[in-house]
């Protein structure tokens, strides 16, 4: 018998077997996804393999489990789907992991070989050009029309993932292809290089001398510095500079939030903008400066600013910069090393550099106090009082995510994700289970509004089967809050935003979840029992939350 051929009462290898040993050769410890009728040659195939497989109930859920796993592990997340509209449902998701540069390889199957072209065959989710709908959102696109081409169709896929900027990737393969034997030996090794960014040194000189004759150097650090790992490297830039460091909503952790020299994350805020803007040097790293780094597009440099950006899109794209085109960790390591460093000093009005933030976060705080937002501000207080030091935490787009982005304290790196960068709601408890399945030992949080909940409900069940330690935090509102909110101070009066709702409490315990309703003097003690229960877990607060005055309408 040859080395290809299948033992005796073994099943004949399949090319679905090649795509999960493709993806265990590469490193692939974690699959998400859902089944579909043309994608059961992989999930066949998943039942010989030493992957672990986390089953989703909606491909979108799916998807956001994947790009909070990528987030948290730095790494490759796979997400398995069928296709037509298991394969579509991804796309929400997939948009979210591009805007925040999380490497998801999404595998969907076809139709059947004798269907792919636009020849309109008839097949049960056929469509004219499948990968079209994906070109547009995902950084790169592969195809594999035989069994001898997945292995380096997954590798070429993997390979663009990981390579700087990290993003979403599509691959798509013919049912048929899945299903057919092959006569290949089984996958061990595939080589992946992914492409570093290494900074042009003539940039960094400049960029470096620039900074050093700054008499106001201030940093911007965006989510680039987070993915790419470069907190350390970001830190020691800023200590040899003594320049102050805000971070943006999707940065938050890259800087010590305590640090003296830290602007934290109220970017919403004039008193911030004003700062940034008065910068004779900002040095804005792993940001586009888009539309809420910039307030709203209220950001008007008025110094010199130098742009550390791996999307090459991103830079200069709506401020002119020197725009270093390079990934964060190399770009900020070598400045590092090339700056010199400063003694203590005083800005030309006289204030030290940690003066001058510390008069910034008390001016912001004066503006906060001054719109009697105490239960805004207790609730959030209650919740960072609960959560662990080393927690996860994972946040929807709703009203209390929307006070996280500027006022929450993640306390560690790479510790707070949310859907900022595309916006779409549904993603704080898939994401969660996304980060447990990433590190079942310590408990993650999910902060979701009722509205947002609705949209992931389903995946209760999948907390419950995979006994998932996430604790899911549902602000109940009676409706799509922050909709209510613009609507009313747009037009004077909301419609389409009251929602009928079910039971949270009672509908999590159907599931076998325990559930427990609050209130905001009880917030901090449930939510903390519940963290430190094994398993998931479901606390809802029914309250009417209000936003903090916005600052880039003037007035």
Not at 528 to 554: K, Q
């Amino acid at each position: 018998m040859s080395t290809t051929e299948s033992s005796p009462g073994q099943p004949q290898r399949s090319g679905g077997d090649l795509v999960v040993e493709s993806l265990a050769a590469l490193g692939a410890r974690t699959v998400f996804g859902l089944p579909g009728q043309h994608a059961l040659g992989i999930f066949d195939a998943l039942r010989r393999s030493p992957l672990r497989y986390v089953g989703l109930r909606v491909e979108n859920n799916a998807g956001f489990a994947a790009d909070a796993y990528a987030r948290t592990t730095h790494g490759v997340a796979p997400l398995l789907v069928s296709t037509g509209p298991g394969a579509l449902m991804t796309l929400a998701a997939l948009q979210e992991a591009a805007a925040a540069s999380a490497a998801v390889l999404a595998i969907g199957s076809q139709v059947p070989l004798a269907g792919i072209g636009g020849g309109r065959h008839g097949y049960l989710h056929e469509l004219t050009d499948q990968s079209a709908s994906f070109r547009g959102v995902v950084k790169s696109v592969h195809t594999a029309r035989t069994a001898s081409q997945i292995p380096s169709a997954v590798a070429a896929a993997w390979e663009s993932a990981l390579s700087a900027p990290h993003g979403p990737v599509w691959l798509e393969i013919p049912q048929d292809v899945l299903l057919a034997a092959v006569d290949v030996p089984p996958v061990t090794a595939l080589p992946v290089r992914p492409r570093e960014l290494t900074p042009r040194p003539e940039l960094i000189e400049a960029a470096a001398d620039r900074l050093t004759r700054a008499e106001r150097p201030v940093v911007l650090a965006g989510g680039g510095v987070v993915r790419a790992g470069a907190e350390a490297e970001l830190r020691a830039l800023a200590e040899r500079l003594r320049a102050p460091v805000a971070t943006t909503f999707g940065g938050k952790g890259a800087f010590p939030w305590e640090h003296p020299l830290s602007l934290r994350s109220w970017l919403e805020d004039r008193h911030t903008t004003d700062f940034l803007e008065d910068a004779d040097t900002l040095l804005v790293v792993g940001s586009g400066l888009g539309e809420l780094s910039s307030n709203y597009h209220t950001f008007r440099p008025r110094g010199r600013v130098v742009q550390i950006e791996a999307d090459l899109g991103k830079l200069e794209s709506n401020h002119a910069a020197l725009g270093i085109h390079a990934d964060a960790r190399l770009a900020l390591g070598a400045l590092a090393a090339a700056v010199a460093a400063r003694p203590p000093r005083r800005t030309p009005e006289g204030a030290a550099p940690e003066a001058a933030v510390a008069g910034l976060l008390a001016r912001v705080r004066e503006r906060i106090d001054g719109q009697h937002l105490d239960l805004e501000q207790r609730i959030l207080a209650a919740v960072r009082e609960a959560l662990p030091d080393d927690a996860v935490s994972c946040w929807d787009m709703t009203i209390l995510a929307y006070w996280a982005w500027s006022a929450f304290d993640p306390r560690r790196t790479n510790a707070l994700h949310s859907a900022q960068g595309a916006g779409g709601l549904g993603y704080g408890f898939p994401a969660a289970l996304g980060v447990a399945a990433a590190d079942p030992a310590r408990p993650v949080l999910a902060v979701s509004g009722d509205g947002g909940a609705m949209y992931s409900l389903a995946e209760l069940a999948t907390a419950r089967q995979y006994d998932l330690p996430v604790t899911w935090l549902i602000v109940d509102d009676g409706g799509y809050g922050i909709l209510r909110e613009y609507m009313t101070d747009a037009f004077g009066e909301a419609s389409a935003t009251e929602l009928a709702r079910p039971d949270f409490v009672a509908l999590a315990r159907s599931f076998g979840v325990p559930a427990v309703r609050t209130d905001p003097e009880r917030l901090r003690t449930d939510l903390a029992a519940a963290l430190a229960s094994p398993g998931p877990s479901v606390v809802v607060l029914p309250a009417r939350l209000r936003m903090f005055a916005p600052t880039h309408l003037g007035g």
